[in-house]
């Protein structure tokens, strides 16, 4: 994903986060560049450090159009969902995909390909620069 860095802040134990803008929303996630990329384009990997747990950090939603956001202290991708043979599943967020690991219980039959929000803990994302 082609994302714009806003602004750096760091944090107690040294992390640095940014405010990324990308075509689909902005959000607030920890950063794995460096403090000059303050200003400039860039494009990232997401990691997120949660896993989907339907009904609890996921939910089915109507809206076809992909988003990223902050909701409180929580970041939400707003995604089409796909689910693979190995227990993973991937967001496609504007046609930048994340990588999730699926928690117990499993998912209902159905929401392979349906469209998700996914609402994890702003602490658990991370972008990655990398040259595209």
Same mark, same amino acid.
């Given at each position: 994903?082609?994302?714009? =860095? ?5 944090? &107690? &134990? ?17 950063? &794995?560049?460096?403090? &000059?990329?303050? $200003?400039?384009?860039?494009?990232? +990997? ?9 009904? +609890? ?37 504007? $046609? ?14 159905? =929401? ?21």
């Amino acid at each position: 994903m082609l994302v714009k =860095v806003e602004a750096v802040q760091r944090a &107690q &134990q040294g992390a640095m986060f940014v405010r990324v803008h990308s075509a689909v929303g902005t959000a607030e996630v920890l950063w &794995q560049g460096t403090p &000059q990329a303050v $200003g400039r384009d860039h494009h990232v +990997e997401w990691t997120v450090d949660e896993d989907i747990v339907w009904t +609890e950090n996921t939910r089915p939603c109507t809206d076809g159009r992909p988003e990223l956001r902050e909701d409180g202290g929580r970041i939400v991708f707003r995604g089409r969902l796909s689910l693979d043979a190995d227990g993973v599943a991937v967001l496609d967020v504007g $046609g930048s995909v994340i990588l999730f690991d699926l928690a117990d219980p499993p998912l209902p039959d159905g =929401v392979d390909g349906s469209w998700v929000e996914v609402r994890v803990a702003a602490d658990n994302v991370t972008v990655w620069p990398y040259e595209a």
